[in-house]
């Protein structure tokens, strides 16, 4: 009686699992998952959204280096790249690795993203809160403090995490 039973669960994992395994098949080819029919598209949107942050960070560097600007100006920069670090590392899905291969996509992103995505993530989550910390401050000083914090948070994470390929020589 033990056997037929235990034949029964098995015979029903098994099923369970063929399902669960379709059912991973059929969401791969679910519209909407950029990442896996539109990768490179993926890849140019983290890039322009990586110009943005840069865009917003020149005041800051500019404040971090000692020159002082409109307070609620950068501390509105400092907002908008709290915002854009939020969605940032959601854009590094498996299928945007870097690659070989005659449809390589081409990405600055470092294969040690996907290593260490954990820690990939939780840097882009510490720079995102220094960047909120700026945006709430109310003076310039604290402001230029968490402008270098910032700018060392996106320095530290690109020498990790970036590969930067020396230009063709000609």
């Keep these: ?20 395994l379709a059912a991973a098949r059929a969401e791969q080819r679910v519209p909407g998952l950029t990442g896996i029919d539109r990768a490179g598209d993926v890849v140019q949107a983290r890039q322009l959204l990586m110009s943005g942050i840069e865009e917003e960070m020149q005041a800051i560097d500019v404040v971090g280096g000692g020159k002082d600007l409109p307070l609620d100006d950068i501390k509105a920069n400092a907002y908008r790249i709290n915002l854009f670090l939020a969605a940032f590392p959601h854009l590094f899905p498996p299928q945007t690795k870097p690659s070989t291969g005659p449809d390589a996509i081409s990405t600055a992103a470092a294969p040690e993203i996907w290593q260490n995505f954990d820690d990939f993530y939780g840097q882009v989550e510490a720079a995102a ?3 909120f910390e700026a945006s709430q401050v109310t003076e310039i000083a604290p402001f230029r403090e968490r402008a270098v914090k910032l700018r060392a948070a996106c320095d530290g994470c690109h020498g990790k995490y970036m590969k930067v390929e020396a230009p063709p020589r000609p």
Aim: proline share 0%.
């Design 1 to 20: 009686m033990r056997s037929v039973q235990f034949g029964r669960v098995a015979s029903l994992l098994a099923i369970i699992g063929l399902a669960a």
């Design 129 to 131: 809160a220094v960047a």
